[in-house]
């Protein structure tokens, strides 16, 4: 049984420019949740995608957005990179109020 | 707003000596708490986690933590750490409001095991 599966692992793009991480749920799961980890830092909750439509959002601008398939599968976009924006994007999947399993991730570096 | 802290920044011990790491959090409805554990270039595991009944849970490679409600608290311990323990840890609250399930994530704690 495939857990989370992200890609890619790691990505380098330059400012202003614009980035799609996609992300597999495990099998079974239906909600498919985002955050960055800045280094040092925990997890930040960007947003969570259920039944195809945004559920819940942090406090990200607008130059983040995402979407989800038919499939769960789902994707992060962000565009006008800045350099604040290199981190570690987490992809975390989950059915309703159980726990979160967690993919490898991408390392995002903007130069 | 719901907030988690995590005490200790960056804790070292020798192998063998007994780990307690604090976690409280803020909010004062009903929540699901959380341990994950990222240990170095893998991702975030689950430790354990607490939904309701018994507040001592057990998780896995021998950790367990309690569930105090009137401190807003939720400690992980492990009674004698090995090697293999040197990790990343982070303590998540999950609100149990319809529509918010919003993970939060304390700011993690760093811990070095010395053999």
């Known amino acids: 049984d495939a857990g989370v599966t992200q890609s890619p692992t790691h990505l380098i793009k330059t400012r202003g420019q614009q980035v799609t991480l996609r992300c597999s749920p495990k099998?079974?799961?239906?909600?498919v949740s985002w955050y960055q980890q800045a280094l040092g830092q925990g997890p930040q909750f960007i947003f969570q995608?259920?039944?195809?439509?945004?559920?819940q959002r942090g406090n990200f601008p607008d130059r983040f957005s995402g979407h989800q398939f038919p499939n769960y599968s789902s994707e992060l976009n962000v565009n006008a990179l800045l350099l604040g924006d290199s981190a570690l994007y987490l992809c975390?999947?989950?059915?309703?109020?159980?726990?979160?399993?967690f993919g490898q991730g991408t390392r995002l570096t903007v130069v | 707003a719901q907030s988690v802290s995590q005490h200790n920044h960056h804790v070292i011990l020798s192998e063998a000596a007994s780990l307690e790491l604090g976690c409280n959090y803020s909010?004062?409805?009903?929540?699901?708490l959380f341990w994950y554990v990222q240990y170095p270039g893998q991702h975030l595991q689950l430790l354990l986690k607490?939904?309701?009944?018994?507040?001592l849970v057990k998780g896995i490679k021998g950790f367990e933590a309690e569930f105090i409600k009137s401190k807003f608290s939720f400690n992980l311990r492990k009674p004698s750490v090995q090697w293999s323990d040197t990790a990343e840890y982070f303590c998540?609250?999950?609100?149990?409001?319809?529509?918010?399930?919003?993970?939060?994530f304390g700011t993690g704690t760093r811990l070095t095991i010395i053999p």
């Open positions: 975390a999947s989950s059915l309703v109020w159980t726990e979160a399993f």
């Open positions: 099998s079974g799961h239906d909600t």
């Open positions: 995608y259920y039944e195809e439509e945004e559920r």
């Open positions: 909010y004062g409805g009903t929540v699901n």
């Open positions: 607490y939904f309701s009944g018994d507040p």
């Open positions: 998540a609250a999950l609100r149990r409001d319809f529509g918010n399930e919003k993970l939060t």
